[in-house]
């Protein structure tokens, strides 16, 4: 089966600092890795995807994550945080239904908040 | 494109009430996706479609709850009777199989359903 483990239900940083959001997964196989963001009532927005390709990911906004299959780890970073960073962080991991298909498999989600 | 449209962006009824909730998924998307979010549960899959037919509805909390995805271009969710406790954000996404984002979901606005 597959889950995944957010290691911090919130993160607080300045801004300008660097951003850590941590992720570990556990899968029988080898798995699809997604970041989704979520502004506040707002819906779910692509950030980044590992689909088996290169470890380590860009995505929109300046967010890149690396696949560290060793670790089980896809953490999320930022080099320097803004304000519009502030929303919830979701990880999420593809995993397989009884219908063949990877359904998403979300994390309970980090809320990063950045203080001028 | 549009986007997943969803309708209404609001509803607040009161118990005991039948609340229907609209999808409109990307077009050329094959797969149709309801969730909910909630504070206590986080997002959560409730059922999924596959060319208009429902595939994996597991996560479908009770008998009270029921979709429908007559054609490729709508679905519903619909409650009835409605709790309190089903107060919650329900999300539809959409996606398809096809390169080059195959399992990359994208996700209407939502649906914030309050319950008094």
């Known amino acids: 089966a597959q889950s995944v483990t957010q290691l911090d239900s919130h993160v607080s940083v300045s801004e300008g600092t660097p951003v850590l959001l941590r992720c570990n997964y556990s899968?029988?196989?080898?798995?699809?890795l997604f970041w989704y963001v979520q502004h506040p009532n707002k819906g779910l927005q692509l950030l980044l995807k590992?689909?088996?390709?290169?470890?380590l990911v860009k995505g929109i906004n300046g967010f890149e994550a690396e696949f560290k299959k060793s670790e089980t780890s896809f953490h999320l970073t930022k080099p320097s945080a803004h304000m519009s960073d502030a929303a919830e962080y979701f990880c999420?991991?593809?995993?397989?239904?009884?219908?063949?298909?990877?359904?998403?498999?979300f994390g309970a989600g980090t809320r990063l908040a950045v203080h001028p | 494109d549009a986007g997943v449209i969803q309708s209404p962006r609001h509803e607040v009824t009161e118990m005991g009430q039948e609340v229907t909730l609209r999808c409109k998924p990307i077009s050329g998307h094959d797969y149709l996706f309801w969730y909910r979010q909630t504070m206590m549960r986080g997002l959560e899959l409730l059922i999924y479609f596959n060319n208009n037919v429902p595939i994996d509805d597991s996560g479908m909390p009770e008998d009270r709850f029921s979709a429908k995805m007559p054609n490729a271009s709508f679905s519903t969710l619909k409650i009835q009777p409605s709790e309190p406790r089903d107060s919650a954000v329900y999300f539809c996404?959409?996606?398809?199989?096809?390169?080059?984002?195959?399992?990359?979901?994208?996700f209407g606005p939502g649906t914030r359903l309050t319950v008094t």
């Open positions: 590992y689909t088996s390709a290169a470890t």
């Open positions: 996404a959409s996606s398809t199989l096809r390169v080059p984002s195959p399992y990359e979901q994208y």
């Open positions: 899968s029988s196989y080898s798995p699809s």
């Open positions: 999420v991991v593809s995993g397989m239904t009884p219908g063949g298909y990877n359904k998403l498999i």
